[in-house]
């Protein structure tokens, strides 16, 4: 499959088969200016919501996709995609609401978006995921888990490749972290804005991945 990071929480994911996934759409301009991503143009079949929040569930994307939302499976052309109910905060989602965490099997692999994720995972949220292979994690904190609560992720969820998400950019101005507070000591591959991973190229020890947003 080919992964391409948009920006903030958004991927467009296409597999073998030339099936396009994007996980949780930009508006671009929300929450005053907050997020300054370039607009999503690249038509998909799929878009994943996880939330409710104008950085991850912008509508006005091309090629009739269908919107997933909620943890019901879905079989779409040759994605299969469940989801395990979440929460976007501490508080059992009094303070920001629910999340959705997105499990797709895609050319064999399981990968994960962890939308908005608020809070360390429990043993049965662990379970409700599974095997994951490749897991999209955010990291800035304030809004989500940060890098202490991510690398708690990681041990639980032991995925084959951690791709970081929802950290501070240039063209991120919410309160949040940038991504080297997570990445700090860690063995890590830096990729222009895309990366493509088969399952015979998967790593035998959890390997992080850092895509430079291409909007």
């Known amino acids: 499959m080919k992964i391409i990071f948009l920006g903030h929480a958004s991927f467009l994911i296409v597999s073998e088969k030339g099936t396009r996934i ?13 997020i300054k991503y370039a607009p999503i143009t690249e038509p998909a079949d799929v878009v994943t919501i996880s939330h409710e929040h104008d950085d991850h569930n912008c509508t006005a994307v091309e090629g009739n996709p269908v919107f997933v939302r909620g943890e019901d499976r879905k079989e779409i052309k040759d994605i299969v995609i469940s989801g395990t109910p979440t929460f976007h905060d501490t508080e059992r989602g009094t303070a920001r609401g629910s999340n959705t965490i997105f499990k797709m099997t895609i050319d064999g692999m399981n990968v994960v978006h962890l939308g908005d994720l608020g809070h ?12 994951v292979d490749i897991l999209f994690m955010p990291v800035g904190g304030h809004f989500t888990i940060d890098a202490r609560a991510g690398e708690d992720t990681v041990s639980k969820l032991m995925p084959r490749i951690v791709i970081p998400m929802h950290f501070k950019t240039e063209k991120c101005e919410f309160p949040i972290a940038p991504v080297d507070d997570y990445i700090r000591d860690k063995d890590v591959q830096e990729f222009s804005g895309e990366v493509e991973i088969t399952k015979a190229t998967l790593p035998d020890r959890t390997a992080t991945y850092v895509l430079a947003p291409t909007k």
């Open 22 to 34: 994007i996980t949780d759409p930009y508006k671009p301009g929300c929450f005053e200016g907050g």
């Open 120 to 131: 360390q995972l429990s043993e049965e949220e662990v379970s409700s995921i599974g095997e």
